[in-house]
Nanobody, 124 residues
Framework: QVQLVESGGGLVQAGGSLRLSCAAS????????MGWFRQAPGKEREFVGG????????YYADSVKGRFTISRDNAKNTVYLPMKSLKPADTAVYYC?????????????????WGQGTQVTVSS
C-alpha cells in the first residue's frame, strides 16, 4: 500500500504561484510513475501531467504547459508541482496518484493509489 498526502494548496491571486507537494509513505515511489490530476467543481477529473518513475520523462496538458513543472525526489519519496502564472481556471482540487510501473497515463484507471487532494483557489 502507498499512502499519498498532497499539500501546498491555498488561495492565490491570478498571476501568482504555488508549489504543491505529494508525500508518499508505506512504500518507496521509485517503482511508481506519478501523475497530477485536478478536479474543478462540477467537472470531470482531468490529467494535468505525469512523470516516469526515473523522472526522465514528463508530460503536461496543453492547459498548463509552460506554467507547471513536475519533479520528483525518490530519496524523499516526494513529488512536486510548482505552478506559476496561475489563472482562475486552475482552481480545483489537485491529486497526485501513483501507478505501478515506469510510465504514467492520462487514464485515471491506470493509477493504483490516490491521495485526498489539496485545494487550489485562484482569485481574479
Amino acid at each position: 500500500q502507498v499512502q499519498l498526502v498532497e499539500s501546498g494548496g491555498g488561495l492565490v491571486q491570478a498571476g501568482g504561484s504555488l508549489r504543491l507537494s505529494c508525500a508518499a509513505s508505506g512504500r518507496t515511489i521509485s517503482s511508481y510513475a506519478m501523475g497530477w490530476f485536478r478536479q474543478a467543481p462540477g467537472k470531470e477529473r482531468e490529467f494535468v501531467g505525469g512523470i516516469s518513475w526515473s523522472g526522465d520523462t514528463k508530460y503536461y496538458a496543453d492547459s498548463v504547459k509552460g506554467r507547471f513543472t513536475i519533479s520528483r525526489d525518490n530519496a524523499k519519496n516526494t513529488v512536486y508541482l510548482p505552478m506559476k502564472s496561475l489563472k482562475p481556471a486552475d482552481t480545483a482540487v489537485y491529486y497526485c496518484p501513483a501507478a505501478q510501473g515506469a510510465f504514467f497515463s492520462r487514464a485515471r484507471s491506470r493509477y493504483d493509489y490516490w491521495g485526498q487532494g489539496t485545494q487550489v483557489t485562484v482569485s481574479s
